[in-house]
């Protein structure tokens, strides 16, 4: 079973400042196939990121994420368990729960617990 | 615009059962699968099960299988999820998402939600 922890679990930051969220996969996994989920209160999770470093069409390119290690392209096998969301110059809109996830695209899907992102 | 619409809330006693519904609009219903994921409160996703809407496949996930029962209807493009034998536990939102059946897959849109509450 993979398991992803995410860290820190509440982050506080100001507006215009960087924030750097983590997602540690428990054993080496296949870069494709992380997403990042952003989440505010009362609504639907929302696609941030797909494929460790792809950004989902119409979100800002002050998200970007990384697979710690491994240059933004998809190499076949490329595979690890450190990665990152960044998020420039923090909007106020941008304070929001925080989601890693891994599907493998057949029959594994599993969540990070999430990080709060915080005024 | 591509859109997936979810049934009302709804209030079950222990043991009950409840069919939930999602209704896609906007795109080609079997071109992608229909993934459902819950949120109970103040906890995270967990991940349910999958449906391709063609039929040919379904996946539970191990924590729910027997209990839950993916269905479709591709004459009105809507998935189904039918969760029995209820428990307080299982109060949570429901939530279908729309899946890329490709490499990289990716989550999007997600439905609005559905509130469960299972109290006596």
């Known amino acids: 079973e993979i398991v992803l922890t995410q860290s820190p679990v509440t982050l506080s930051l100001s507006p215009g400042e960087r924030a750097t969220l983590s997602c540690r996969a428990s054993?080496?996994?296949?870069?494709?196939?992380l997403a990042w989920y952003q989440q505010k209160p009362g609504q639907a999770p929302r696609l941030l990121i797909y494929?460790?470093?792809?950004?989902?069409?119409?979100?800002?390119?002050?998200?970007?994420g990384r697979a710690s290690g491994i240059p933004d392209r998809f190499v076949a096998g490329e595979s690890g368990t450190d990665f990152t969301l960044t998020i420039d110059r923090l909007e106020p809109e941008d304070f929001a729960l925080y989601h890693c996830q891994y599907y493998d695209g057949s029959h594994l899907c599993t969540f990070g617990q999430g990080t709060k992102l915080d005024i | 615009q591509v859109q997936l619409v979810q049934s009302g809330a709804e209030l079950k006693k222990p043991g009950a059962s409840v069919k939930l519904s999602c209704t896609a609009s906007g795109y080609t219903f079997t071109n992608y699968y229909i993934h459902w994921v819950r949120q109970a409160p103040g906890h995270g996703l967990e991940w349910m099960g999958m449906?391709?809407?063609?039929?040919?496949?379904?996946v539970y996930a191990q924590n729910f299988q027997g209990r839950v029962a993916l269905t479709v209807d591709t004459s009105t493009d809507t998935a189904y999820m039918e969760v029995t034998s209820l428990r307080t536990e299982d109060t949570a939102i429901y939530y279908c998402?729309?899946?890329?059946?490709?490499?990289?897959?990716?989550?999007?849109?997600w439905g609005q939600g559905t509130l469960v509450t299972v109290s006596s």
């Open positions: 998402a729309r899946v890329r059946r490709f490499i990289p897959p990716w989550f999007d849109p």
């Open positions: 054993q080496s996994i296949d870069i494709r196939y």
């Open positions: 449906i391709n809407p063609t039929g040919v496949s379904i």
């Open positions: 494929g460790a470093f792809m950004r989902a069409s119409g979100i800002a390119d002050r998200f970007s």
